[in-house]
């Protein structure tokens, strides 16, 4: 993997039809800032070969939303996403890029925010963006890192919503 891509999901619905938080959907909000941060990804020359998305119906949604941004990726569903820690994610991601070059995980909070951070520091990434991604990584949030041929990481980019 040369590349990672991490992104929220977008702002869901407080509550489900069926009560479960798996089932939460994405609000109008969330579908329109999924589809806006994946178009602004892609203008970017951001685009994944797989992503691999967490089964919840919002992180479903975001990549229903912004997939359009990234018509020949290959799409994964991965119940080990589902409110994953950080170590599960970068595991995953690592596994996908041992067959790719560029990798996005949508995924769920605190792992996203969690696993950002971490790479933020490991590149060495100046103090001031690494106390940015720890003070915020809202909903349609992405993070972006390039991995050299050590698998060390370097940031390549923060992108939050417009709202």
């Not at 069926?18 to 609000?27: E, I, K, T, V």
């Not at 119906?57 to 020949?72: C, D, I, K, L, Y």
């Not at 970068?90 to 560029?102: F, I, L, N, W, Y």
């Not at 696993?115 to 520091?121: C, D, G, H, K």
Request: glycine share 8%.
């Amino acid at each position: 993997m040369d590349r990672l891509i991490l992104l929220r999901h977008g702002k869901a619905e407080s509550d489900s039809d069926s009560g479960d938080d798996f089932d939460r959907r994405l609000a109008p909000r969330g579908v329109r800032e999924s589809a806006d941060m994946g178009a602004q990804l892609a203008d970017m020359g951001f685009k994944p070969d797989v992503t691999l998305v967490s089964p919840a119906a919002r992180a479903r949604g975001t990549w229903e939303a912004a997939s359009a941004a990234f018509p020949n990726a290959e799409t994964r569903f991965d119940d080990d996403l589902y409110h994953a820690e950080s170590g599960v994610i970068r595991q995953a991601a690592k596994a996908a890029g041992q067959a790719c070059a560029t990798v996005m995980v949508v995924g769920h909070n605190p792992g996203l925010q969690e696993l950002t951070i971490q790479l933020l520091m490991e590149g060495s990434a100046p103090p001031s963006l690494v106390a940015r991604a720890q003070r915020n990584f809202p909903t349609a949030a992405a993070a972006v890192f390039l991995f050299d041929a050590n698998g060390r990481p370097h940031f390549d980019g923060l992108f939050f919503p417009e709202r």
